[in-house]
T-cell receptor, first 116, second 114 residues
Framework: AQTVTQSQPEMSVQEAETVTLSCTYDTSENNYYLFWYKQPPSRQMILVIRQEAYKQQNATENRFSVNFQKAAKSFSLKISDSQLGDTAMYFCAFMKSRAAGNKLTFGGGTRVLVKP | KAGVTQTPRYLIKTRGQQVTLSCSPISGHRSVSWYQQTPGQGLQFLFEYFSETQRNKGNFPGRFSGRQFSNSRSEMNVSTLELGDSALYLC?????????????FGPGTRLTVT
């Protein structure tokens, strides 16, 4: 079974600064997908960024970027130029290849607080 | 395009009762997944439906069941409710994006069992 670990329960960052969230996972699969989801206090889960394991290039979405290290099974999220609206729980998630269906395995989450 | 909708948003039930939650996916999405979120256990996968068939199932007792209709709307049912079933139940609607699936979540149904 796959496991996803987020070792930082909470992090705080000053507005406009950069914060990096860590995520490690354990799997014997070669093809899989990794995601970061954001859950603001309103509770609506939002997809932030995704990465296909077969792609070497790290994914980027505006101020959000990942550092994907397949051999180390590490998938960190960097939030640049942090904004107050980035305050939320962030979840790292793993999904096996599409043929296995759409089951996400989540990490325990990291609470990010952006301070003005 | 409308997002994933879940009804009801809040629900209070008594132990032993049963409950049905509903999820309407984004138009055109054929995959619907359900997750349970609690402070203690975090986010746990319940099951996934694709084209009216259950494709994946998590490690939950048989009291938890679901189904999907021909219009892709999905329902999940919990029978003989226990206090530990109190949770936020999230539904996710899936679509093919390149070579992978993306899942878009609904706002959730907050179930409280007393």
């Amino acid at each position: 079974a796959q496991t996803v670990t987020q070792s930082q329960p909470e992090m705080s960052v000053q507005e406009a600064e950069t914060v990096t969230l860590s995520c490690t996972y354990d799997t014997s699969e070669n093809n899989y997908y990794l995601f970061w989801y954001k859950q603001p206090p309103s509770r609506q889960m939002i997809l932030v960024i995704r990465q296909e394991a077969y792609k070497q290039q790290n994914a980027t979405e505006n101020r959000f970027s990942v550092n994907f290290q397949k051999a180390a099974k590490s998938f960190s999220l960097k939030i640049s130029d942090s904004q107050l609206g980035d305050t939320a729980m962030y979840f790292c998630a793993f999904m096996k290849s599409r043929a296995a269906g759409n089951k996400l395995t989540f990490g325990g989450g990291t609470r990010v607080l952006v301070k003005p | 395009k409308a997002g994933v909708t879940q009804t009801p948003r809040y629900l209070i039930k008594t132990r032993g009762q049963q409950v049905t939650l509903s999820c309407s996916p984004i138009s055109g999405h054929r995959s619907v997944s359900w997750y349970q979120q609690t402070p203690g256990q975090g986010l746990q996968f319940l099951f996934e439906y694709f084209s009216e068939t259950q494709r994946n199932k998590g490690n939950f007792p048989g009291r938890f069941s679901g189904r999907q209709f021909s219009n892709s709307r999905s329902e999940m049912n919990v029978s003989t409710l226990e206090l530990g079933d109190s949770a936020l139940y999230l539904c996710a609607s899936g679509r093919l994006a390149g070579s992978t699936y993306e899942q878009y979540f609904g706002p959730g149904t907050r179930l409280t069992v007393t």
